[in-house]
């Protein structure tokens, strides 16, 4: 079965850098876009990277700004977003989640992707 794992959150001061990782497995990896979303306090899920099934095409939210960037290693089975000049308002859980359709369709809607992990929490201080 298709198992979808985030890991590398955790806790840093505002100004701090993290890589989350997401490790999946249960289908052909290298053919699926795969997307970074997150639940911050006061907002729906929303999304913050995808990026197509060769790594060649990405896009971002708008907040991204240049602070994340996402990434994939289709030899590993994983996708990461390193994220830079995290602020408190980044503290969440984010998500990683396949794209069930090709990557030029809708990536900014939650509908759009059929498998999710179940998040890992990043908390950042003042």
């Known amino acids: 079965q298709v198992q979808v794992l985030e890991s590398g959150g955790g806790w840093l001061q505002a100004g701090g850098s993290l890589r989350l990782s997401c490790t999946a497995s249960g289908f052909p990896f290298d053919h699926k876009a795969m997307g970074w979303f997150r639940r911050v306090t006061g907002k729906d899920r929303e999304m913050i990277s995808c990026i197509s099934s060769t790594g060649d095409s990405t896009i971002s939210a708008d907040f991204v700004k240049g602070r994340f960037t996402i990434s994939r290693d289709n030899a590993k089975n994983t996708v990461y977003l390193q994220m830079n000049g995290l602020k408190p308002e980044d503290t969440g859980t984010y998500y990683c989640?396949?794209?069930?359709?090709?990557?030029?369709?809708?990536?900014?809607?939650?509908?759009?992707?059929?498998?999710w992990g179940q998040g890992t929490q990043v908390t950042v201080s003042s």
């Open positions: 989640a396949v794209k069930a359709r090709p990557f030029a369709i809708n990536p900014f809607s939650t509908d759009e992707y059929n498998y």
